[in-house]
């Protein structure tokens, strides 16, 4: 009777670690090769009248402007930030050694995206960029005034021509867009909602260091001239051109994968809260 009963009992222990191990509704997790920062802009992450911390490698986001933290009902994943379209934007503080200034052989610019109104003019969702020299400019983003929207590649002297390799179309308002734009040091290629929505060349070689700083919902320099009013969640940047598989992935992503050998274990106690939502 004794080796029935422990037979069960590890028969039940065996049944809870697969149920433990294998859930019904797993999350999926975002690529992490080639990850060099995200800001989820989850409560955690946020102080709101000061900065957002990206989770991954601790760059921080500072506030300009009165941005809102946005409640989970109204964002993508978690909180998000709400920016008014005026003065609100986060600026970017690069480390040392410098992870934004830096050369980029390639890169991918990824978010989720939520825009409330257009206002004739260029609007920079996401933007690295040297500005005010403007010689080298990574950014997603719309322009009303001309009716477009994309992902907008300078490399020195070589750039998107704007009038035909942008969506000729004004961004949709209103309604949660995955965008992510990847450019390996000549092809350029911009997704959204997980499709490619349209693709082109800018022969300008790597994106070289100098001066390069990133501006989330402006242009690095604050300008308050090409300001966005929406909603960002999700930002993602990484040093690579993402395939169309990853973009797919993302798009479905939760956070970053949950595993034992993660050496980024404020990432990792972030996504199990986030998770446990």
């Not at 986060?90 to 410098?98: G, I, M, Q």
């Not at 060349?201 to 001239?225: E, F, M, P, Y």
């Not at 999700?234 to 040093?239: D, S, T, V």
Request: glycine share 8%; charged share 25%.
């Amino acid at each position: 009777m004794q080796n029935i009963r422990l037979s069960f009992t590890i028969s039940i222990l065996f049944l809870f670690l697969i149920v433990l191990t294998h859930p019904t509704d797993a999350i999926v997790g975002a690529v992490e090769d080639g990850l060099v920062a995200y800001w989820s802009f989850d409560k955690d992450t946020v102080q709101i009248a000061k900065q957002a911390d990206d989770i991954f490698s601790g760059l921080a986001a500072m506030v300009k402007g009165d941005p809102e933290l946005a409640p989970a009902a109204d964002c993508k994943v978690g909180e998000c930030v709400l920016l008014d379209g005026a003065v609100d934007y986060f600026l970017v503080e690069d480390s040392d050694p410098p992870k934004i200034d830096r050369d980029w052989e390639e890169i991918s610019l990824e978010c989720w995206v939520k825009i409330n109104a257009l206002d004739d003019s260029w609007n920079r969702i996401i933007s690295l960029d040297d500005q005010p020299t403007n010689s080298k400019v990574i950014t997603l983003y719309y322009d009303d005034d001309d009716n477009r929207h994309g992902f907008f590649v300078k490399a020195i002297d070589k750039a998107t021509q704007a009038g035909e390799h942008l969506i000729q179309e004004d961004i949709p308002l209103e309604e949660w867009l995955h965008l992510v734009g990847t450019y390996d040091g000549s092809n350029v290629n911009y997704y959204v909602n997980g499709k490619l929505a349209i693709k082109h060349t800018v022969a300008g070689g790597k994106i070289a260091k100098g001066g390069l700083k990133l501006g989330i919902g402006d242009r690095s320099d604050g300008c308050n001239c090409d300001t966005i009013q929406g909603y960002i969640d999700e930002f993602r940047i990484y040093e690579r051109a993402l395939t169309a598989a990853e973009v797919q992935t993302n798009m479905k992503a939760e956070g970053l994968d949950v595993s034992p050998t993660s050496n980024h274990l404020s990432v990792t106690w972030g996504q199990i809260k986030a998770r446990r939502r």
